[in-house]
């Protein structure tokens, strides 16, 4: 049985962290590499304050230890490349007194999207004469600085002035970098309530279903809870330990009332298989709580002694294996509209840009950006869960002016012209994050993103 057939009986988806805090005192780990490379990059971090060499960071939820091939090569091996690259571009520095206010960050980091093809494999952060050496306009001993960058097989792009991004020069590297990359863009993806902005959480798994084990036990909990959610139930995740045998409690809408099925979910490796006495746990919990159903889910597959118990059970329950939960996955990621506009009506729109023209509104949000210049952009937030948003863009209408148009301020159109950006251009989602003592930030990978304090904004486009 399916989970369609499912509900056709009953009626009807970390962050890194590089703030220089040693792994071991956060209690994060390293995502898929194994203690000795844990103990390496600690003891490198403690000679890089900045940021752990190299290292991509997420909460242990996310991550299980187990780590996969990225185009011929593992993750340890991509994270040490990307420390000896950082090593080796702050020893060339030191020799020439450069590093002064240097430092490294990951690009998952710094932006909070999604990562870039090619892959960005670090960001170079400065404020010293570093950047006139990268900029060509100050010469120092030795080989210059891109001659000695691409002498390690990579290259770097000047991105505002004092960030650059580096790239690897061999292709194959580079797709091994944007599959290690893309993966942990995918985990940092897996929060109770992202998954209906970024169907990329579940067309990852549906087309790479042998990487379901690579999660934590809790992060597949919640990934599966998303995708029952996105199949029309309405579900309640366990507390992950002490959940008395069900990690997940499913209720479909039916006219004889609400109908519950209890899942459990096992995130074992291939190998592993479950047992009959696990399938026979679940239906004792069934019966305790009168579920008429259950599903067990696991990334493994079952023994023929469980298969034969559920089978006698009276197929009341249902076991699933990552075959079905990747066509699952691939489900939803259809079932999410590409074209983002269209998931709130142009109607609706109207009534929203009404209502925010009429009082200052914590929906209208703000950012300033621009290198020796500034500039103003003005979104709206069309919808939002606590981890993610929608936000259409707003055109901006002048206040005042220097009368060349290079100086002065403006404020956002509510106007006809601001129903006119509801469209797929102009609409796109943004991770939405809640700060201590309750304000609200969006970032969309560019830029970020606050509640707008309905004062006019001032612009400078004079450089």
Sequence with gaps: MTLTSLQQNFGTAAYAVSDGTCVEDRGWSLCGH????????????????????????????????????????????????????????QKWAEERDLWLDSGFKDYLHHVGGEPSSPAVVTVLCTGSDLMRVLDEDLEVGGPPFHEFVASLG??????????????????ALNAAF?????????????????????????????????????????????????????????????????????????????????????????????????????????????AVEEAPRGMFVTTSTYLPSARRFAARAGNVIELATT????????????????????????????????QVSLAADPRVLHTTWGYNMTHNTFALVLKETKHAALLMSLPRRTVTHDGYGQRGTEVPSFGEDALGHHRAETVWRAKRKIHEGGRVSYWDGRHLYSAWDGEPAHFDYVD
């Design 178 to 286: 944007e599959s290690y990359f893309h993966w942990q863009w995918v985990c940092s993806l897996i929060q109770p309530d992202a998954g209906d902005v970024y169907e990329e959480l579940y067309a990852h798994f549906a087309a790479n279903p042998d990487q379901f084990h690579r999660l934590n036990p809790r992060a597949f909990e919640i990934l599966l809870s998303r995708v029952f959610q996105s199949q029309g139930f309405t579900t309640e995740l366990g507390p992950g330990s002490g959940d008395g045998g069900v990690d997940i409690r499913l209720w479909q809408r039916g006219p004889l009332g609400d109908v519950l099925t209890l899942v459990q979910a096992k995130r074992y490796a291939p190998h592993r298989k479950i047992e009959l006495d696990a399938v026979a746990a679940l239906r004792g919990v069934m």
């Design 323 to 354: 075959a079905d939960v990747a066509q699952w996955c691939t489900t939803a990621t259809n079932g999410i509209v590409k074209d983002k506009s269209s998931l709130v009506s142009r109607e609706n729109v109207d009534r929203l840009l009404h």
């Design 34 to 89: 194994s203690r000795a490379m844990l103990d390496i990059l600690v003891v490198e971090h403690r000679h890089f304050p900045q940021k752990l060499a190299g290292a991509m960071l997420f909460d242990t939820t996310i991550l299980s230890s187990t780590y996969s091939m990225n185009a011929g090569y593992t993750d340890p091996q991509l994270a040490q490349e990307i420390s000896s690259l950082e090593a080796a571009i």
């Design 154 to 171: 990579y290259f770097c792009e000047n991105q505002n002035g004092y960030v650059y991004y580096f790239y690897a020069n061999d292709a």
